[in-house]
């Protein structure tokens, strides 16, 4: 049985940062790449980074991009999103999801195209 289980939400003040965790159980973690969507209230789940199975090509969404890092650690089968600079505007339901990927030509950005996901961990940014 697969899972996926994000922690390391909370709430912080603008500009601080949070570090988010993944941990995954049930699948050969390296033959997936992983994401991270959010989903904020009354609007609908979006993209927000992407890795790959080796950790080396990422891809982020524009308004993530410089602030959020996204990483993986094979060994401990977990991904990571540090996110820095926080915004009210990045206020939402983090999730976690995996792809079972041979290539990288593309970044999986669309939720359709993965396989599992987390239940999701509350990330609140006060102004």
């Known amino acids: 049985q697969v899972q996926l289980v994000e922690s390391g939400g909370g709430l912080v003040q603008a500009g601080g940062s949070l570090r988010l965790s993944c941990a995954a159980s049930?699948?050969?973690?390296?033959?997936?790449?992983l994401g991270w969507f959010r989903q904020a209230p009354g609007k609908e789940r979006e993209f927000t980074a992407a890795?790959?199975?080796?950790?080396?090509?990422?891809y982020y969404a524009d308004s993530v991009k410089g602030r959020f890092t996204i990483s993986r650690d094979n060994a401990k089968s977990t991904v990571y999103l540090q996110m820095n600079s926080l915004k009210p505007e990045d206020t939402a339901v983090y999730y976690c999801?995996?792809?079972?990927?041979?290539?990288?030509?593309?970044?999986?950005?669309?939720?359709?195209?993965?396989?599992?996901w987390g239940q999701g961990t509350q990330v609140t940014v006060s102004s």
């Open positions: 999801a995996a792809v079972s990927r041979t290539s990288w030509l593309t970044a999986p950005t669309r939720e359709h195209e993965y396989d599992y």
């Open positions: 890795v790959s199975r080796s950790g080396g090509p990422t």
């Open positions: 049930g699948l050969t973690f390296s033959n997936y790449a």
